[in-house]
């Protein structure tokens, strides 16, 4: 008695599954890079996940035996979900989240020195020199959520300037998909004086941020980059600059330029690292590579260590003056570190 067994190239009843849920996967991904689908749309999406779970349980049950009855599940569940994201905004499925602005023109006063503190939230955000010497600071924010700006004045005057996502209907989760607007739409610009020394420190949010501290007087730099590329620009200035870097998700590229004497602890976190450095800048690196390799420039001498953990100088490292010197510590995350 023969038997005939299942073609062993049909695909099977799983596969198929998996493949409908990617392609859906890719066709969502798609809509959101094009700009078809928004940050509500995406909100929608993410507010009913619960149905996906609805959709493996029915299949569990009925669909198992049968890859066509599979197919039907999930793809109904799919032109649902699809359809829903379009309509959901419009039909009140998407947290409404107000979009404020607020513009900031804070006097110098009698200050002669300053400690900023910058939360950035979510957004684009640019941080500059001012080029107005009579204001302490100048911003213009498009913001979701709540933003505090205190302002203790004095000598020493000490500034906070932040975005807080407290508010329910804000809503939004650490690599910002549930934000129900897009983070595109939202920008910080901040422009700091450049008349009196400035301590600064900088806690990243969600977003792409440029950091060009160029014609500023500043004596201290603590940046945690949050989540998104992240550029940050060193001044040029006499003595040795203390730099403290904390990496989030994403690349961060640190300019340094001619002339600059700097001392940088650097603790990576997920993604690439540059250093920009001047061909002839006088630089030790010790590094811990973690999970990422390093690479330096060609004619650099090993003084010690292996590939991804070790000491590095260039060749001009031991002639320099030491407030020439870049002396940098890095402890690498997951990416690799670079120095151009």
């Given at each position: 008695m023969s038997?005939?067994?299942?073609?062993?190239?049909?695909?099977?009843?799983?596969?198929?599954?998996?493949?409908?849920?990617?392609?859906?996967?890719?066709v969502i991904w798609l809509l959101r890079e094009a700009n078809i689908f928004t940050a509500q749309n995406m909100a929608v999406l993410l507010r009913l996940w619960p149905v996906i779970l609805i959709a493996i349980g029915v299949e569990l049950l009925i669909g198992r035996g049968s890859r066509s009855m599979s197919m039907l599940i999930v793809g109904?569940?799919?032109?649902?979900?699809?359809?829903l994201m379009f309509v959901g905004p419009a039909i009140g499925l998407a947290p409404n989240v107000e979009v404020k602005t607020m513009s900031i023109d804070e006097p110098l006063g009698d200050a002669t020195s300053a400690r900023m503190n910058?939360?950035?939230?979510?957004?684009?955000?640019?941080?500059?020199?001012?080029?107005?010497?009579?204001?302490?600071?100048?911003a213009d924010l498009r913001y979701a959520g709540d933003v505090q700006f205190n302002v203790e004045p004095g000598a020493q005057a000490d500034i906070t300037l932040s975005n807080s996502s407290s508010d329910a209907?804000?809503?939004?989760?650490?690599?910002?998909?549930?934000?129900a607007v897009d983070e595109r739409d939202l920008r910080w610009d901040v422009r700091l004086t450049p008349s009196i020394p400035l301590?600064?420190?900088?806690?990243?949010?969600?977003?792409?941020?440029?950091?060009?501290?160029?014609?500023?007087?500043?004596?201290?730099?603590?940046?945690?980059?949050?989540?998104?590329?992240?550029?940050?620009?060193?001044?040029?200035?006499?003595?040795?600059?203390?730099?403290?870097?904390?990496?989030?998700?994403?690349?961060?590229?640190?300019?340094?330029?001619?002339?600059?004497?700097?001392?940088?602890?650097i603790n990576a976190g997920v993604g690439e690292t540059v250093i920009d450095v001047a061909g002839d800048a006088a630089v030790r690196l010790r590094a811990d590579g973690g999970l990422g390799g390093v690479n330096v420039p060609a004619g650099w001498e090993r003084i010690s260590g292996e590939d991804r953990n070790g000491v590095w100088e260039s060749p001009t490292f031991s002639d320099a003056a030491t407030e020439d010197r870049i002396d940098i510590d890095y402890n690498g995350g997951v990416g690799?570190?670079?120095i151009d």
């Open positions: 038997q005939t067994l299942p073609s062993s190239t049909a695909p099977r009843s799983g596969a198929v599954v998996w493949a409908l849920i990617l392609i859906a996967a890719g109904a569940t799919i032109v649902v979900l699809l359809a910058l939360g950035i939230g979510v957004g684009t955000t640019t941080v500059s020199a001012l080029q107005d010497s009579g204001s302490l600071i100048q209907n804000f809503g939004f989760d650490f690599f910002g998909w549930t934000l301590d600064l420190r900088v806690s990243g949010g969600v977003g792409s941020a440029t950091v060009d501290l160029t014609g500023l007087q500043v004596t201290n730099v603590v940046i945690n980059t949050g989540v998104g590329e992240q550029r940050i620009t060193l001044p040029s200035g006499e003595g040795v600059l203390p730099v403290e870097i904390s990496g989030g998700v994403g690349k961060t590229v640190l300019t340094i330029p001619a002339g600059a004497g700097v001392t940088a602890d690799s570190l670079r």
